[in-house]
Antibody, heavy 123, light 112 residues
Framework: QVQLQESGSGLIKPSQTLSLTCSVS??????????WGWIRQPPGKALEWIGY???????YYNPALQSRVSISVGRSKNQFSLQLTSVTATDTAIYYC???????????????WGQGTLVSVSS | QSVLTQPPSVSGAPGQRVTISCTGS?????????VHWYQQLPGTAPKVLIYGNSNRPSGVPDRFSGSKSGTSASLAITGLQAEDEADYYCQSYDFSLSGSVVFGGGTTVTVL
């Protein structure tokens, strides 16, 4: 099973840009049938989908965040990145990267997850 | 407020059967989009429990089962065990408002 690991800044100031990278183990990143996604979870709250990207660079974003979000394939092989601009305290959350299996279902499901990284927005 | 509604909490004694509902509408579950379920143990990342409404990934005990009907889906846990204490989330897709992957608000299962 693929393994994912998030990395990036854990504390950022309001109005700054959140930047995270997800490193994917193995050769599955370039495999068809998978999307590579970001999900976040504010402390004590529910999961929220941010978006995902295919290995060819096609992106799909949560409409509620679309104006501030960008997901891209990383410079290094097997990496993808998240940028969220103009952050506020409401963007404080654990951010997870995950692989989304789109092979056998009408809606992709997240079959492997990173451990998550807490990003706090505070001045 | 999620478009997929789950009860905030359910509880049961060891060995009992509990069910968690996930109620949607004609723009998501009712539009024949698949529903998936995740288990999140305290302090850990979510893990897929059921995909495609009723399929269990390898390694998931058959005590867990999923179903879907109309605009709702359900997760059942039979033979409840202490290790099942966790948060559970349903997930699907909603085509209204430009379309989006959506999660339910989550349900905390407590083993009495």
């Amino acid at each position: 099973q693929v393994q994912l690991q998030e990395s990036g800044s854990g504390l950022i100031k309001p109005s700054q840009t959140l930047s995270l990278t997800c490193s994917v183990s193995g050769d599955s990143f370039s495999s068809g049938g998978y999307l590579w996604g970001w999900i976040r979870q504010p402390p004590g709250k529910a999961l929220e989908w941010i978006g995902y990207i295919s290995h060819t660079g096609n992106t799909y974003y949560n409409p509620a965040l679309q104006s501030r979000v960008s997901i891209s394939v990383g410079r290094s092989k097997n990496q993808f990145s998240l940028q969220l601009t103009s952050v506020t305290a409401t963007d404080t959350a654990i951010y997870y990267c995950a692989s989304a299996n789109s092979i056998v279902t009408t809606v992709p499901y997240f079959d492997s997850w990173g451990q998550g990284t807490l990003v706090s927005v505070s001045s | 407020q999620s478009v997929l509604t789950q009860p905030p909490s359910v509880s049961g004694a060891p060995g009992q059967r509990v069910t968690i509902s996930c109620t949607g509408s004609s723009s998501n579950i009712g539009a024949d989009y698949d529903v998936h379920w995740y288990q999140q143990l305290p302090g850990t990342a979510p893990k897929v429990l059921i995909y495609g409404n009723s399929n269990r990934p390898s390694g998931v005990p058959d005590r867990f089962s999923g179903s879907k009907s109309g605009t709702s889906a359900s997760l059942a846990i039979t033979g409840l065990q202490a290790e099942d204490e966790a948060d559970y989330y349903c997930q699907s897709y909603d085509f209204s408002l430009s379309g989006s992957v959506v999660f339910g608000g989550g349900t905390t299962v407590t083993v009495l």
